[in-house]
């Protein structure tokens, strides 16, 4: 009976707040209500492929075994000069999760700059699926990820266009031409030291910009004069 007047209650709609008051003048006791509860799905909320850690120096093993260096060069590292022309790496490491590299080994297509697609628009590296064991594409991505640029400058100063604005992540995407020393020419988003950074700048804008290179961010950034004289 007491369960049936609770019910009632709740299909003509009187809250939760009130109903204890009147179940407690009609000596009602009010069952429990088992408080919601997450649902778990085999494919969380947020999920993405994470790569356990590696070790670099193993990895390094690993890139030199399978003569990466063929085609790519590291600048500060003894390998031999690269036949091939492919990105350099030392300037790699700070800009992309490990993740990144580790995709661009498993599957060389996912992910093709434009100044190195073949006429089909795929990718000319080598397929290391059928090569590469697991612990090796950990090892020698871990060692990727962890290059940086060796002796190069604390900042560096390049032009370039601004493509577009990210206010919520904090970031303006550029493209520029090489940058000597450091990298290599690029299209990529670059945080910014300050907000009021991307108020300055518009997409479509030519601009002379400074980057931190250990922390790859931009510390300074105006209009170049070709912009500011339109």
């Known amino acids: 009976m007491a369960l049936r007047v609770f019910l009632a209650f709740l299909s003509i709609g009187i809250g939760a707040a009130v109903l204890p008051t009147l179940a407690s003048k009609r000596g009602i006791t009010i069952p429990p209500v088992a408080a919601a509860q997450p649902i778990e799905t085999h494919h969380p909320q947020g999920w993405r492929f994470a790569i356990p850690k590696g070790d670099p120096t193993k ?3 690993v890139f030199d075994k399978f003569e990466c260096y063929y085609c790519h060069e590291v600048r500060g590292e003894q390998f031999p000069s690269p036949a091939e022309d492919a990105p350099e790496l030392s300037q790699m490491g700070a800009m992309h999760p490990v993740e990144f590299f580790a995709e661009s080994i498993m ?7 434009k100044a190195y697609r ?4 795929k990718s000319p590296m080598t397929d290391f699926t059928d090569k590469m064991t697991v612990r090796e594409l950990i090892d020698v991505s871990a060692y990727i990820a962890s290059l940086r640029p060796k002796g190069a400058p604390r900042t560096v100063t390049a032009g370039g266009k601004v493509l577009a604005l990210v206010p919520e992540r904090g970031e303006i995407v ?8 450091f990298m290599e020419a690029m299209t990529m988003g670059y945080k910014v030291d300050s907000p009021s950074f991307l108020k300055a700048v518009k997409p479509g804008d030519n601009v002379q910009f400074t ?7 931009i510390t300074k950034i105006t209009k170049s004069q070709a912009t500011q004289g339109k």
């Open 59 to 61: 990895g390094k093993a």
């Open 211 to 217: 980057i931190d290179t250990d922390r790859r961010v």
């Open 174 to 181: 550029l493209t520029h031409g090489e940058i000597k020393g």
């Open 107 to 113: 599957n060389p297509n996912a992910v093709v700059p």
């Open 118 to 121: 073949q006429s089909d628009g």
